[in-house]
């Protein structure tokens, strides 16, 4: 039956008391170990359950919250639930666990046991004070297998000098992680982004131990997984033990993040500044693609895109245009500039209307700043963001990726230089197919025409070894800073054709000596 808010669920205890108190108890059973409503000095953003039951006001569809399940007071769409409950009830009629201990990270990390498999929460949110402690003990462990995807941070775990205890096995690799599986010390899983929570969730990947980091808990006991929900409530979800780093500098941002601090096994209270990722200085030629990009996207369209350089150009090339919409698996600081410069309204989504949703996020204090305590940002389940049938639900969809080579057909490499991986899959076919079915949608493929040492990233044939990501059909636009070609319906050789004429000059010869070597005479 439906749980009304009830006040008995809200207690008060001193800030001062969350790692001394002996937790209490309601009427219900429910343990709770909160902060004061008054006290500010864990963490700025504390906030009321009663204002995320007023965010949910502000949807298309509201529920009226005397009737509703607690589980829905962040539901921020007609097809999805969202979640602000405890997520592993024990299962004694569901009631809420027991309240953690507050230890150090030496002692948390004294859950890890060899041959176990340990999660690592994703990109800025990597708890490198919990990484630290478990590698500490590498004298002690063995075999020990950590799956995680890009991580920001030491990362010391993936070093060769832990190569017993440690293995990454990663779906996405990161500068800090490469050299690991490079050197074969480590694994890479090709699988969509949409697809790596279900590898927890069935069970696919079993998870012993989850490490994550948070924001402190509200006066409710609710947390936030901060900069990235991705896969790590997956993760919390499925894990038969976690351990959270409380970081009073992780900004609290709403969605599928926000989660009680009974869902922890043990916990570590850690100050720790969040890692600031600069935007790149933008080159002419960047410039140049993000006004071709520009000049594809319609007023009212809904967007998403990655980080780097070409995402931010095009961004920048929209401070024109106006009611876009946010729909994407992670964003950077130019987003806010277009928000800020009214551009963004979000109002003719199908989905989680006049909402910015991501799945995580990276870039300055700015952007942190930006999304703390911001209700009109909702960071989700990544299963959820990514799903092509829930993003193919918003008009004129547009998907701005971008790729380390393209061959003249059309093939696109976007995980690896030949062999050698440098990324992984991501999310890139999740929207470029679901552009490509929306109404009016738009599958954009964005690239420099050259690499830095001026070689062709239209080539022929990819490198050897290369992983296609994303096929030929999926690939509709394709845009470099000479101009846009447009490959849906085209056969090869008008493929061909097209995407030679946005090569580079210097190579245009080469390329079409070599498409006629391949496909015969040019239409």
């Known amino acids: 039956s439906p749980t009304a808010v009830r006040p008995s669920l809200i207690l008060h205890l001193p800030t001062n008391q969350l790692t001394t108190t002996t937790p209490q108890t309601n009427s219900n059973n429910t343990r709770l170990l909160l902060p004061s409503a008054s006290s500010s000095s864990r963490h700025p953003s504390s906030i009321m359950l009663s204002r995320l039951a007023r965010s949910v006001f502000s949807q298309t569809r509201t529920t009226h919250i005397a009737s509703a399940p607690l589980r829905s007071l962040t539901n921020c769409g ?22 953690p201990p507050v230890v150090s990270a030496s002692e948390a990390v004294k859950a890890i ?17 919990l990484i630290d402690a478990m590698v500490e003990r590498h004298n002690e462990l063995r075999g020990v297998s950590v799956i995680h995807l890009h991580i ?8 060769a000098e832990f190569k017993d205890s440690f293995r990454i096995n990663a779906p996405f690799l990161g500068a800090s992680t490469r050299k690991a599986v490079d050197e074969k010390r480590g694994d890479f899983i090709p699988v969509f982004l949409s697809d790596v929570p279900k590898l927890y969730r069935k069970g696919i990947i079993p998870i012993d131990v989850a490490l994550i980091q948070v924001s402190p808990p509200d006066r ?3 947390c936030t997984l901060g900069l990235s929900v991705c896969d790590a409530r997956a993760a919390i979800e499925s894990a038969r033990y976690v351990i959270a780093q409380i970081n009073p500098s992780m900004p609290r941002v709403y969605g599928d993040g926000v989660v009680h601090i009974s869902d922890f096994d043990t916990v570590i209270e850690k100050d720790s500044p969040i890692i600031i990722k600069d935007s790149e200085e933008l080159s002419p030629e960047a410039i140049a693609i993000g006004k071709n990009v520009a000049s594809l996207i319609d007023n009212g369209s809904c967007l998403q895109m990655g980080i780097g350089a070409l995402p931010d150009a095009s961004l920048m090339a929209l401070t024109g245009h106006k009611d876009l919409g946010i729909h994407t698996e992670m964003f950077s600081d130019k987003l806010v500039d277009l928000v800020e410069a009214g551009a963004v309204s979000g109002m003719n989504k199908a989905q989680d209307r006049g909402k910015i949703v991501s799945s995580f996020l990276a870039g300055s204090k700015k952007l942190y700043d930006f999304v703390n305590e911001n209700p009109e940002v909702l960071m989700l389940d990544v299963e959820y963001v990514n799903n092509p049938s829930k993003v193919a639900l918003n008009r004129q969809m547009c998907a701005i990726n971008s790729c380390i080579e393209l061959d003249l057909t059309g093939q696109v490499c976007s995980d690896s230089i030949g062999p050698r991986i440098f990324s992984g899959v991501g999310g890139q076919v999740d929207f470029m197919r679901a552009a490509a079915i929306s109404e009016g949608g738009k599958p954009i493929m964005v690239l420099n025409s050259c690499t830095s040492r001026g070689e062709s990233k239209i080539v022929p044939f990819l490198k050897t070894g290369a992983g296609v990501v994303t096929t030929r059909a999926h690939v509709h636009f394709v845009v470099t800073e000479f101009g846009v070609a447009d490959l849906f319906g085209k056969n090869l050789r008008q493929r061909a054709v097209e995407l030679i004429k ?3 000059p210097k190579h245009r010869e080469a390329l079409e000596k070599a498409a006629i070597e391949r496909l015969g005479p040019l239409l």
């Not at 409950?85 to 666990?97: D, E, F, L, Q, Y």
């Not at 176990?116 to 004070?129: F, K, R």
């Not at 920001?152 to 070093?159: I, L, P, Q, T």
């Open 78 to 99: 007609e097809t999805q639930m969202r979640h602000a409950v405890s997520i592993r009830r024990n299962a004694a009629g569901g009631a809420r666990r027991s309240l």
């Open 113 to 129: 046991q060899s041959h176990q498999t340990v999660y690592v929460h994703q990109g800025v949110c990597a708890p490198d004070t």
């Open 152 to 159: 920001e941070g030491k990362s010391r775990h993936s070093s």
């Open 220 to 222: 409710h006991g609710f």
């Open 502 to 504: 946005i090569a580079h």
